[in-house]
């Protein structure tokens, strides 16, 4: 085509993290966005929400909607997770874990319109 990156087929994406795409080969290969959480990390920075977000940004600039839809997936199964750590209230009550405000800036800020992400955010608050 008349791309410039045609001709070496080769595309850059110099503001993408190497480790979300590296994130983002792995949900390819295994159909899972399986980011987790060091056990040593402080759960209030929400490192792993924030991680999707970006997977879910890449995801969206490169119109990959079977993936955007997995990252959806796990986001919501991850604040529907119970875990002591990261929930609060009385004891048998549901829990919902928001992600933090980063992650939800991320998504803001590398989406347009309407896309399962800003849906799910919409629905969690």
Known sequence: ?????SA?????????DPTVFTHYIQLLYISTASIK????????????????????VLAHKLQDTHSQNLIVSTMLLKSRALTP???SGPPGQPTIFLPNV??????????GGACGAR???ADLH
Request: aromatic share 4%; glycine share 6%; net charge negative.
């Open 1 to 5: 085509g008349p791309w410039s990156s």
């Open 8 to 16: 070496d087929k080769t595309i850059h994406l110099p503001e993408d």
């Open 37 to 56: 959480q060091p056990e040593t990390a402080d759960p209030s920075l929400d490192q792993e929400n924030l991680d999707l977000a970006r997977l879910y």
């Open 85 to 87: 750590s990261l929930t």
């Open 102 to 111: 980063q992650a939800i800036n991320t998504i803001h800020g590398g989406t």
């Open 119 to 121: 849906r799910l955010l």
